[in-house]
């Protein structure tokens, strides 16, 4: 049975840090493309980053390249996002997806399996 556990989402204050983790289970993990996606209120989910099986080459969104660091540990079957410079537009829940076989995909219909998300809230 395939499980993604987000966690590490919590209240920030603007300019702040926080690091998200999502834990894998019943995947190939290395063989499996990881991302990220984000949904604020009333809005529709999008692609925040992504990153390859092995390589660790990533991908990011445009709003927050040079803030947000994707990596992986395949030993530890997780994924982390490394989220600095926090700022109030952040405010979303955040979602880990997999993806076996298919890396750096942008589009949400592509990810088979999803965690139950993390909210990550940034105050002014």
């Known amino acids: 049975q395939v499980q993604l556990v987000e966690s590490g989402g919590g209240l920030v204050q603007a300019g702040g840090s926080l690091r998200l983790s999502c834990r894998v289970s019943?995947?190939?993990?290395?063989?499996?493309?990881m991302c990220w996606f984000r949904q604020a209120p009333g809005m529709e989910r999008e692609f925040v980053s992504a990153i390859t099986g092995r390589s660790g080459a990533a991908r990011y969104a445009e709003s927050v390249k040079g803030r947000f660091t994707v990596s992986r540990e395949n030993a530890l079957n997780t994924v982390y996002l490394q989220m600095n410079n926090l700022k109030p537009e952040d405010t979303a829940i955040y979602y880990c997806?997999?993806?076996?076989?298919?890396?750096?995909?942008?589009?949400?219909?592509?990810?088979?399996?999803w965690g139950p998300g993390t909210q990550v809230t940034v105050s002014p």
């Open positions: 019943g995947l190939n993990f290395p063989a499996t493309g």
């Open positions: 997806a997999a993806a076996p076989g298919r890396f750096l995909v942008d589009v949400d219909v592509d990810y088979e399996y």
